[in-house]
C-alpha cells in the first residue's frame, strides 16, 4: 500500500515561497503519477498541478501557471511543489496523491489512487 506524507507547509506573508515535499513510500514511486490539490475551508478540493511518472508531462491549474512549480525526483522517492509570489488565496490545505494510471482527467480527485494527510499553507496579507 502506498503512503504518501506533504510536508514544508506553513505560515507566509503575501508574496513569499513555500516548497511542498511529498515523500512515498510502500510502492514503486517512479511507476505513479502524481498530483497536488488543495482544499480551503467550506470550499472543495481544488486541482494545483500534475505531473507524470518521468517528469516529462506537467500540468498546472490556470490560476497558478508561472507562480507554482511541480516536480519529482523519483531516485528520492519524493515529489514537490515550489509556490512562489503566493496570495492569500492561495491558503488552504494542499495535498499530494498519486494514480497508478492515466485513465480520467488528471484534474479531478476521484480518478486518484493514494492521498497524503494534507499540509495547512497559509498566506497572510
Known amino acids: 500500500q502506498v503512503q504518501l506524507v506533504e510536508s514544508g507547509g506553513g505560515l507566509v506573508q503575501a508574496g513569499g515561497s513555500l516548497s511542498l515535499s511529498c515523500a512515498a513510500s510502500?510502492?514503486?514511486?517512479?511507476?505513479?503519477?502524481m498530483g497536488w490539490f488543495r482544499q480551503a475551508p467550506g470550499k472543495e478540493r481544488e486541482f494545483v498541478a500534475s505531473?507524470?511518472?518521468?517528469?516529462?508531462?506537467?500540468y498546472y491549474a490556470d490560476s497558478m501557471k508561472g507562480r507554482f512549480t511541480i516536480s519529482r525526483d523519483n531516485a528520492k522517492n519524493t515529489g514537490y511543489l515550489q509556490m512562489n509570489s503566493l496570495k492569500p488565496k492561495d491558503t488552504a490545505v494542499y495535498y499530494c496523491?498519486?494514480?497508478?494510471?492515466?485513465?480520467?482527467?488528471?484534474?479531478?480527485?476521484?480518478?486518484?489512487?493514494?492521498w497524503g494527510q494534507g499540509t495547512q499553507v497559509t498566506v497572510s496579507s
Open positions: 510502500g510502492g514503486t514511486f517512479s511507476n505513479l503519477h
Open positions: 505531473i507524470r511518472w518521468s517528469g516529462t508531462n506537467t
Open positions: 496523491a498519486a494514480r497508478t494510471n492515466l485513465y480520467g482527467d488528471a484534474r479531478l480527485p476521484r480518478h486518484y489512487d493514494y
